[in-house]
């Protein structure tokens, strides 16, 4: 298990949430700039994403993100 890079506490896994209309899943990641979109906001076709694992200290809080 890692280590805090704060305080060097345990770390656990876990996961940030993205909720949309009606929908909600893990938070993702996307490379690059955000592509304004005029038919859905932002356009999401061959942008790489990656789901975000996020680890939390159990002594500090503190939250580190990763998107492997
Ligand atoms: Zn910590």
């Known amino acids: 298990m890692a280590e805090c890079g704060k305080c060097g506490g ?5 996961f940030t949430l993205d909720e949309g209309y ?3 899943g893990p938070a ?6 955000p592509q304004r979109s005029i038919w859905t906001g932002t356009r999401m076709r061959g942008v ?3 789901r975000i694992v996020s680890m939390r200290c159990t002594r500090c809080g503190f939250i580190e993100n990763y998107a492997k």
């Open 10 to 14: 345990a770390q656990e896994t876990g």
């Open 28 to 33: 993702q990641w996307f490379a690059g700039e």
């Open 48 to 50: 790489t994403k990656r």
């Open 22 to 24: 009606g929908t909600r």
